[in-house]
C-alpha cells in the first residue's frame, strides 16, 4: 500500500500498454504510484506482474468518469502529479463504436479536471507549487499530412479526422480550458506512434508479429503506403519524465522520434526480422503472408512530429533508433508469448472477425487511390 507523501503520482490506465510501462519505470525510478483503471479489454495486471507485493505500487479497480471515487484517491494519497492515460484507444474501433470513445475520453478527461481542480484548490504552498496534471495525448488531433508537408508542431491547427482523435482533441481542449479558466496547472502531451512491449496486438506491430508467427495473413489497408512516426514506448515515458519535472504549466510538448515509415516499410521489417530470428520457422519468408485489404475509413495519410520543442526546452530525446526499439519489440513478443496467447484468447476473436472478416481481401492499392 502506498504511503501519502509528495512523491506519489495517480496515474490513470496505467494496466494499459503506455501508461503499465511508465508505471514500472517511475517504480524503478524510486517513485510511488497509485494506479486508477477500469481494466477494460486493453487493460492487463499481467503488465504489472512484477510489482506484486510492492508497496510502491497500489492499483485500484474504476472508472476515471466516477469523480467522487477520483476525488478520494486525490485526497487519500496528496499526489503531486495526475498522470492521465486512460483512454478508448484504438482508430478501428472508434470507427466501429464511437460511444465508448466520447464517454472515457471526452467524459472522463472531465471528470479527472474537475476532481483534479477540487484537490488543487484545497492545496497550500509546496504541495500547491509542484502540483501537476499532465494530460497524455496523440499527435492524430492534428489530423493528415501531405509528403511534402512541414511535421506537426505545437501551434499546427487541431483537424481530428476519426472519433478517436476527435475524441482526444476535444479532451485536450478541455484540459486548456481548465488552465485558462479555473488556474489548474495542466500540460498536454501530443505523442506519435508508439510500439514496444504490452502493446495489445490490435495495433499494427504487434498485430503483424502475433499474425507472423502464426503462419496467418497479415492485413495491410489499402495502398500501405500511410506514413507514421514511430516513438518507442520506452521514449514515451522519458519524455513525461521530463515534462513532469522540468515542463512549463499550460504548455503543450509534441513528441516523437523522428521516425517516419510507410506501414509497408514496417510490416515488411518485421518479416525480415522474424526470417532472421525465428530461422525453423515453416512460415519464412514472412514476407509472403503479406495481404493488402479494404482501406480504414477516413484513413490518414501522414504523421509526422516536429519535436524540437521538448528536445530544446526540456532536453530530451529519445534514446532508441526505429531498428534498435523494433529489434527489442520483437524479441519481447518472441519470449513473452504467453502474455500474446493470454490476452488474445476470448473478446480478443470477436474483435478480429468483425474486423477484418468484413475487409475483403484486395489487390495491392487498390480501393486508396
Ligand atoms: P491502451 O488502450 O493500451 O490502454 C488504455 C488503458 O485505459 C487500459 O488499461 C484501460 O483499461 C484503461 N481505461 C479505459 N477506459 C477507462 C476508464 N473509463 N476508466 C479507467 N480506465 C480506463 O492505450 P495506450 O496505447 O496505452 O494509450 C494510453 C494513452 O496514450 C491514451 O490516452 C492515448 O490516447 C495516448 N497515446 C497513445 C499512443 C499510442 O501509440 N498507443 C500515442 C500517443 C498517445
Ligand atoms: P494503428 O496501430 O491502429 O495506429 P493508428 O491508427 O493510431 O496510427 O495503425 C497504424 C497504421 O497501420 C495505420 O495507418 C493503419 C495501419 N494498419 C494496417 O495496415 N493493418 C492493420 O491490421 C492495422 C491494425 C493497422
Request: hydrophobic share 40%; net charge negative; proline share 4%.
Amino acid at each position: 500500500m502506498v504511503e501519502r507523501g509528495a512523491e506519489v503520482i495517480l496515474v490513470t490506465g496505467g494496466a494499459g500498454f503506455i501508461g503499465s510501462n511508465f508505471v514500472l519505470d517511475w517504480v524503478e525510478g524510486g517513485g510511488r504510484v497509485v494506479n486508477l483503471d477500469k481494466l477494460t479489454y486493453a487493460g492487463n495486471l499481467e503488465n504489472l506482474a512484477s510489482l506484486e507485493g510492492n508497496p510502491a505500487h497500489t492499483f485500484v479497480r474504476g472508472d476515471i468518469r466516477d469523480v467522487g471515487l477520483v476525488g478520494r484517491l486525490l485526497e487519500e494519497y496528496r499526489p503531486r502529479a495526475v498522470v492521465h492515460f486512460a483512454a478508448e484507444s484504438h482508430v478501428d474501433r472508434s470507427i466501429v463504436g464511437p460511444e465508448a470513445f466520447l464517454q472515457t475520453n471526452i467524459d472522463g478527461t472531465f471528470s479527472m479536471l474537475q476532481a483534479a481542480r477540487g484537490y488543487y484548490e484545497g492545496l497550500v504552498g509546496a504541495e500547491r507549487e509542484g502540483f501537476r496534471f499532465l494530460h497524455v495525448s496523440t499527435d492524430e488531433v492534428y489530423g493528415t499530412l501531405t509528403p511534402e508537408a512541414a511535421a506537426f508542431h505545437e501551434e499546427t491547427p487541431y483537424a481530428p479526422n476519426s472519433p478517436y482523435a476527435a475524441s482526444k482533441a476535444a479532451s485536450d481542449h478541455l484540459v486548456r480550458a481548465w488552465v485558462h479558466t479555473y488556474g489548474l496547472p495542466a500540460i498536454v502531451t501530443n505523442c506519435s506512434n508508439n510500439y514496444g512491449p504490452y502493446q495489445f496486438p490490435e495495433k499494427l506491430i504487434p498485430l503483424m508479429i502475433a499474425n507472423a508467427l502464426a503462419g496467418k495473413a497479415l492485413p495491410v489497408y489499402g495502398d500501405g503506403q500511410q506514413v507514421r512516426d514511430w516513438l518507442y514506448v520506452g521514449d514515451h515515458a522519458s519524455a513525461l519524465r521530463a515534462v513532469l519535472e522540468r515542463g512549463r504549466v499550460g504548455e503543450t510538448y509534441n513528441v516523437g522520434g523522428g521516425n517516419q515509415r510507410t506501414n509497408l516499410e514496417v510490416v515488411t521489417t518485421l518479416c525480415e526480422l522474424l526470417d532472421e530470428l525465428v530461422p525453423g520457422s515453416k512460415f519464412r519468408p514472412h514476407k509472403q503472408l503479406v495481404t493488402y485489404v479494404a482501406d480504414r475509413p477516413g484513413h490518414d495519410r501522414r504523421y509526422a512530429i516536429d519535436a524540437r520543442k521538448i528536445e530544446g526546452e526540456l532536453g530530451w530525446k529519445a534514446a532508441e533508433s526505429f531498428e534498435t526499439g523494433l529489434r527489442k519489440t520483437v524479441h519481447w513478443y518472441l519470449t513473452n508469448a504467453a502474455w500474446v496467447a493470454d490476452v488474445t484468447s476470448g473478446a480478443y476473436q470477436q474483435w478480429v472477425t468483425k474486423n477484418y472478416d468484413e475487409r475483403s481481401k484486395v489487390d495491392a492499392g487498390e480501393g486508396t487511390r
